[in-house]
């Protein structure tokens, strides 16, 4: 039988639940045989994402947010959405450093989630909403 699982989280978009996914995601991916530095890497990519949502897509406004991971054999698959204000040029914000708040924001979350994770893709339409979903293989551990 296929190894496989998935999980689906509705939350508030508030700084305060960034940790709580990344937390949670971080449970749901220990399923797998992760070394601890790619759990380390997971979570940093998920509270990067997460964070632009309540940041960026809500401006720090109420909204829901919307987290689903899955994994089949050795990839996990995350996804994080929101419903907020959407982004205008995604090929800008993938840019490193590059930020629309540079007075408050470094410009390195997207650049985070495509080193920590295999493949990144953003979806994004104005005043609809963006949904970034990534994922990441297992890497054969050594004398397993
Ligand atoms: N969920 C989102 N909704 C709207 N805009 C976003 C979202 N995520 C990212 N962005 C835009 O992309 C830019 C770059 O994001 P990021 O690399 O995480 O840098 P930072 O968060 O430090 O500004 C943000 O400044 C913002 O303009
Ligand atoms: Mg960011």
């Excluded at 840019?95 to 650049?111: A, D, H, N, Q």
Aim: glycine share 6%.
């Amino acid at each position: 039988m296929t190894d496989k699982n998935w999980v689906k989280i509705e939350f508030a978009s508030d700084t305060k639940n960034v940790a709580f996914a990344r937390t949670a995601l971080a449970l749901f991916a220990s399923q797998l045989d992760w070394t601890l530095d790619e759990i380390e890497d997971i979570k940093v990519a998920v509270s990067e994402a997460v964070s632009n949502s309540v940041i960026h897509g809500y401006e720090l406004q109420e909204g829901v947010i919307k987290l689903e991971a899955s994994y089949e054999e050795d990839i996990l698959t995350i996804s994080i959405e929101d419903f907020g204000k959407g982004i205008t040029d995604i090929a800008q914000a993938k840019e490193t450093g590059y930020s629309s708040i540079p007075e408050e924001r470094m410009g390195l979350g997207f650049t985070f989630m495509h080193e920590y994770m295999d493949e990144v893709v953003v979806l994004s339409e104005i005043q609809k909403g963006t949904k970034v979903t990534m994922n990441k293989k297992v890497q054969a551990q050594e004398g397993s």
